[in-house]
């Protein structure tokens, strides 16, 4: 039996409120949950819960607030840069250690300052290197990068390293108001002039005032809880390692569609992952799903989701074999991760309905429809406006000059139970 939709009393869109505090202060990235949904559906979903799985963890926020409530989780993303920052977000670093690394780092920087970098250091060789930042930035940057490698504490070094991938993203010549890789006019790089030692210390204040308002707030949790953070794709299958969990409880928010043509996770990553050593960064667009077209568009027996591929194939053939790969991709996953979930277990999905060539693409019923199928039950979808998400109100789908359509202003949260 099937609860009514869209109940008004309980208040999704959280507007005023503080999206970003304890360890959600590090590092932006594109299209974030905010804390406040996953807290809300761990009161609404997981009061009973002990264990948490999020397919799409991208920077963890699901990850810390189930840690916050004494619940074991794991989380998967398939972009090695939001495993790093989901890592380090949900990693305690006691303050007396955390400080005398900080202590020390200003004493680096001080001198960096005014004694300048070695005149010979190993340049990072990575295409383009020059293209998107200045000789001096290079320099500066890999002077820093050295000193972070050689911290000795792992955990010190990766909250060092979400700090210097912020930095790296601020320094670069990109447009950073935008999430794909645009660069910046000659009007504008002709003045500017990153402070590359200033941008990383106020990256670092910032991200310790939240690690120590985390160290506070984890410390009343009900009990000490594990979060482990896994790089494999749930499109290809489940590794042994979570073969045979028994999850409560699914608090994850999927991509909207393809990375290439709505949020660009890879790109937004790339300059920094490429600083970074981390793995393939100009590959991370193809991994996600619907990065590579599968060529046909099959029927997904969801009657609203079939009649939009068709409406948009009438148009645009190839975009629709496009859309079609993402939903064959998502199906994909969403069979891998129903066995994992316990009977009477929840699978909440934040997701978004996004327009293309006018047609609006019911993901949120979608979902639904794929869940059915795999002894799921719905139980209630929640619509909310997205005020604190960085998202564009309009797009241009033709990429034509004045031909603009409005991209998604409101998110569905659907929720399902696994049938006993």
């Excluded at 960096?112 to 940057?141: M, S, T």
């Excluded at 009657?303 to 199906?331: M, N």
Aim: proline content about 6%; glycine content about 4%; some cysteine.
């Amino acid at each position: 039996m099937r609860a009514a939709q869209h109940r008004v009393q309980i208040d999704w869109d959280f507007r005023g409120k503080d999206t970003r505090p304890m360890t959600h202060c590090f590092h932006d990235y594109p299209a974030r949950m905010i804390p406040q949904i996953a807290s809300k559906l761990l009161e609404l979903f997981g009061s009973s819960a002990k264990k948490l799985f999020d397919p799409y963890c991208g920077t963890g926020t699901s990850l810390v607030e189930a840690q916050l409530k004494g619940i074991d989780a794991a989380g998967s993303d398939l972009n090695p840069l939001a495993c790093l920052i989901a890592k380090a977000k949900t990693t305690p670093i006691r303050q007396q250690i955390l400080d005398l690394y900080l202590k020390d780092f200003a004493e680096f920087a001080f001198k960096a300052r005014f004694e300048g970098e070695p005149p010979v250091l190993p340049i990072p060789n990575f295409p383009n290197i020059d293209f998107w930042f200045q000789p001096d930035v290079i320099r500066k940057l890999t002077y820093l990068k050295k000193y972070i490698w050689q911290i000795d504490n792992e955990d010190v070094r990766d909250f060092f390293k979400v700090a210097y991938s912020e930095t790296v993203r601020e320094s670069s010549l990109t447009r950073n108001a935008e999430f794909k890789l645009f660069r910046m006019r000659e009007k504008q790089m002709s003045s500017f002039n990153p402070d590359i030692y200033g941008i990383i210390e106020n990256k670092l204040s910032r991200n310790r005032k939240g690690m120590l308002a985390y160290l506070a707030t984890i410390k009343d949790s009900p009990r000490k809880a594990s979060v482990t953070i896994l790089d494999f794709n749930t499109v290809e299958g489940i590794p042994e390692t979570l073969a045979k969990s028994d999850f409560d409880l699914v608090i994850t928010s999927p991509p909207y569609g393809d990375s290439r043509t709505t949020v660009a996770y890879g790109q937004y990553s790339r300059l920094s992952s490429q600083w970074l050593d981390l793995q393939e960064p100009n590959l991370v667009d193809k991994k996600l799903m619907g990065g590579q077209s599968n060529g046909h568009i099959p029927k997904f027996e969801c009657r609203t989701l079939d009649k939009a591929i068709k409406q948009i194939c009438e148009v645009d053939h190839k975009r629709s074999l496009e859309i079609a790969s993402f939903y064959i991709d998502l199906e994909r996953s969403i069979h891998n991760v129903s066995p994992l979930i316990r009977r009477g277990g929840y699978v909440c999905y934040v997701v978004g309905n996004r327009r293309v060539k006018g047609v609006t693409l019911p993901t949120n019923q979608a979902i639904v429809s794929f869940f059915e199928r795999n002894k799921f039950v719905h139980v209630d979808t929640f619509l909310r406006s997205i005020p604190n998400k960085r998202m564009p109100a309009k797009n241009s789908p033709t990429n034509e000059p004045g031909k603009l359509d409005t991209t998604m202003l409101n998110e569905y949260i659907v929720v399902l139970r696994k049938q006993k």
